[in-house]
């Protein structure tokens, strides 16, 4: 995978089309500026109970974007990441269909979890009680299938969505179909979406338990022996993404957003230093994916019964989630929690420009912290055109992490295009890009609490940025072949000239 910063978007929602569109916007106003890009599901259908992440076929490409043709030219253009969705499928799907049907008698009747199936003696209150939720109730939904047998089928998020038994050949056959259909055509990494609930387990949490990371070991070595490397989605206690990242290719950075919104909001790099010193560094670092902004990644272990303690105090978390819905003029408080369905309890409906209150200077200065943490960045799409919270497309669906899903028409793109804080974030992803320091050695430098100084070597060249969180004055400077440069956003307000100076940099610059 090159290490150059990454695209994350859905086919239609960034080109207003389908992948022709798509191709067309990177190769024309993007071009050259994303190394790879994550296609968010593009299965048939992609306007399911959520957004593609309940495909009827996961094996198919929707109609309405392209076929599997468009998947494999773009491959050939650039690193490729597609999801396969590990926990469940959708009521639609034609296995389910067919076990309704059938039951028993049907095919697939090994691919679907039921209550029985985890719980073979029954299950007892504390049993019930015992399993983590990322969502209010139970993972339980009792129905009626079509030949009239009642069963309680396991449905870990919404009821168009049933999990399935990825122990089971059957679903360790239906999952390595979906590899060797995305191997096919040219995708280089996946992404296990939902992977830490995926394994059930009677008297247990039913998350990130040792046979999960048992099923992610064994999973992963299916994918890279068709030459995919892995990448694992799961928000959780810091101390389990460093875990999970010593047995993976790639996880996910999910606290970096939530540490840069403290960092401002408390004019401290005290926290997201103290994480940069431990974090891992095969990360994909994000400020913002098409889910919300994880709040749980920093803070205590929901999942011990001790309590493990967060990257950030109690009190300190409330307070930023305060913070978040303030500088969003309430907008976030209406998508997160009880407010809106499909409600997640670990995170907050925001895109990040609003979440930093529109302040352009310190939404490009988050994002140059992000492309210069160890790993591969990745951008998503609404961020990339530093965007609102869409709250007519939150009214009209009532789903709450749709206030960062906005669908952009082609002359929306272009006008975004033309302001100043998206011209200043593509400048600053182009130096991420181009500037051969990067490729070499990482280092963080002490610093004054305020303040965050990080750098990279490689050889001669050098890459050094210094973030005042309290001024917003800040130092971005490179040495490339000898020739020293300075890089400043050109932005219409520029707050740092009356700022306290920073500390002299390296003679070297």
């Known amino acids: ?48 109970a959520d957004a593609g992440f309940d495909p009827v076929d996961h094996t198919q490409v929707d109609a309405r974007l392209g076929t599997w043709d468009d998947v494999s030219a773009l491959s050939r253009c650039m690193d490729v990441m597609a999801d396969v969705i590990v926990n469940h499928v959708s009521s639609e799907s034609p296995q389910f269909l067919d076990y309704s049907r059938r039951g028993a008698e049907s095919p697939w009747n090994g691919l679907f979890l039921t209550l029985d199936r985890v719980f073979p003696d029954g299950a007892r209150e504390q049993d019930l009680l015992r399993i983590y939720r990322p969502r209010p109730g139970l993972p339980l939904r009792p129905t009626v299938l079509e030949n009239g047998e009642r069963r309680i089928l396991w449905s870990t998020f919404t009821a168009q969505q049933v999990d399935i038994d990825v122990t089971h050949p059957t679903g360790r056959e239906y999952l390595d179909g979906i590899l060797h259909r995305l191997a096919q055509s040219g ?30 070991d064994e999973f992963s070595a299916r994918a890279r022996a068709l030459g995919m490397q892995v990448l694992v989605e799961v928000h959780s206690h810091h101390a389990k ?36 010193q431990i974090r891992p560094n095969n990360a994909l670092t994000v400020l913002d994916t098409h889910d919300g902004i994880g709040i749980i990644d920093i803070g205590a272990d929901a999942t011990d019964r001790e309590g493990r303690p967060g990257l950030v105090p109690p009190e300190q978390l409330d307070q930023l989630v305060e913070r978040i819905h303030g500088n969003s003029r309430g907008e976030s408080r209406l998508a997160t929690g009880a407010a809106a369905s499909n409600l997640d ?80 974030l593509l400048r600053l992803i182009r130096l991420r890009n181009e500037t051969p320091a990067f490729n070499g050695y990482f280092m963080s430098l002490p610093c004054a609490d305020t303040r965050l100084m990080l750098e990279w070597r490689n050889g001669a060249d ?48």
């Open 1 to 48: 995978m090159q290490n150059k910063v990454q695209l994350i978007t859905y086919v239609d929602r960034l080109s207003g089309g389908g992948f022709k569109q798509l191709r067309a916007l990177l190769d024309g106003p993007l071009a050259g500026v994303f190394g790879g890009v994550h296609l968010l599901p593009f299965f048939d259908p992609i306007d399911g």
């Open 187 to 216: 995708v280089r990494m996946v992404r296990l979406d939902a992977v830490g609930y995926a394994i059930k387990k009677a008297g247990d949490t039913c998350f990130m338990m040792p046979e999960t990371f048992a099923f992610i």
């Open 241 to 276: 993404q460093i875990e999970i990242a010593e047995r993976v290719d790639w996880v996910y950075d999910f606290a970096l957003p939530p540490l840069l919104l403290h960092a401002f909001a408390f004019q401290t790099a005290s926290a997201i230093a103290h994480w940069i």
């Open 345 to 424: 309890l670990y995170q907050v409906n925001c895109t990040f420009h609003a979440a930093l209150g529109h302040d352009d200077l310190a939404y490009l200065l988050a994002r140059a912290v992000q492309f210069f943490l160890p790993g591969i960045p990745q951008v998503y799409y609404v961020g990339l055109l530093a965007g609102a919270n869409d709250m007519a497309l939150l009214e009209a669906t009532g789903v709450g992490r749709d206030i960062n899903r906005h669908h952009y028409a082609p002359g929306e793109i272009d006008d975004q295009m033309r302001r100043p804080v998206v011209r200043e």
């Open 462 to 509: 050098l890459a050094r940025l210094e973030v005042d969180f309290r001024t917003l004055d800040y130092r971005l400077e490179t040495v490339t072949s000898g020739v020293s440069d300075s890089f400043r956003f050109e932005l219409a307000t520029d707050r740092t000239g009356a700022a306290e100076p920073l500390a002299q940099a390296d003679p070297a610059l």
